[in-house]
């Protein structure tokens, strides 16, 4: 039986083990960390990412040892807070270390390559219509599409993976590695309820999308500074939030 669509994305660095997500009848199957380095302690099926181009060479021995069906690409290259490459960069170290993964070079088996997950800024669509352009020109290509948004409404976000997935191309299929609302306030966060029923509403729907594979909600973590005021999943003590309730069992 194939995992369920929902995730999680989890910090490498969090004190709290994520068993609090595979209780029986959790709807959270897998996990995706930033890393190609596994989460201790976890029994979701784990999905190696690697973030930028630094010690990519170890990257298919780590996804031979975890067994993993996918790996996803750099993180948010286009932004030059996260993994910050060039077209350039990425598309060759691309076709240098992941494409082979793809292909199943070397006597391994084939493994399915995701993008690099790009943000919902206004160029990030420009930034991988460039790297998809540049890989296709050497025989490349990737499995699927995967990105990222942040926002406030449902709206929003339903327009943003609509209009991002046919201007990309509609041939493939989306992994959506980082969402939620929030808008970062201190004085003026989104409301409690807003958030819980964006996670409410917005599982439902990706559930009934053929064309998104999985969807991963931002916000597996204590720290509010980083997900937004509501979004967090876990509260100061790592206790399940109403979020993080939601996101699980409904």
């Not at 209780?23 to 976890?42: A, Q």
């Not at 286009?78 to 691309?94: C, H, I, K, T």
């Not at 943000?119 to 352009?133: D, E, I, M, T």
């Not at 969807?215 to 999943?233: E, S």
Request: proline fraction near 7%.
């Amino acid at each position: 039986m194939a995992p369920s669509k929902r995730g999680l994305c989890w910090p490498t660095s969090n004190v709290d083990p994520p068993f609090i997500f595979t209780k029986p009848g959790s709807k959270v199957s897998w996990l995706y960390n930033w890393s190609p380095h596994p989460t201790p302690r976890c029994s979701l099926q784990f999905i190696p990412m690697q973030w930028n181009h630094v010690n990519i060479d170890t990257l298919p021995g780590l996804c031979a040892q975890a067994g993993a069906p996918a790996v996803l690409g750099f993180n948010e290259p286009e932004l030059a807070e996260q993994s910050n490459m060039s077209v350039e960069l990425a598309a060759g170290e691309w076709m240098r270390c992941i494409e082979p993964l793809r292909k199943g070079q070397g006597g391994r088996a084939a493994v399915r390559c995701g993008s690099p997950g790009i943000s919902s800024a206004p160029h990030g669509v420009s930034w991988l219509k460039a790297f998809l352009a540049a890989i296709r020109a050497q025989g490349g290509g990737v499995d699927f599409y995967a990105l990222h948004w942040y926002g406030e409404t449902l709206g929003q976000f339903y327009d943003y993976i609509w209009s991002t997935h046919h201007q990309l191309g509609a041939d493939k299929p989306v992994w959506i590695t980082e969402y939620a609302p929030t808008n970062w306030s201190v004085e003026h966060p989104l409301d409690k309820g807003h958030v819980e029923n964006f996670v409410r509403e917005s599982c439902k729907y990706l559930e009934t999308l053929d064309w998104v594979e999985r969807y991963a909600f931002f916000g597996a973590m204590r720290d509010t500074g980083t997900v937004g005021r509501w979004a967090a999943m876990l509260d100061n003590n790592g206790k399940i939030t109403e979020v993080g309730k939601i996101y699980r069992d409904e």
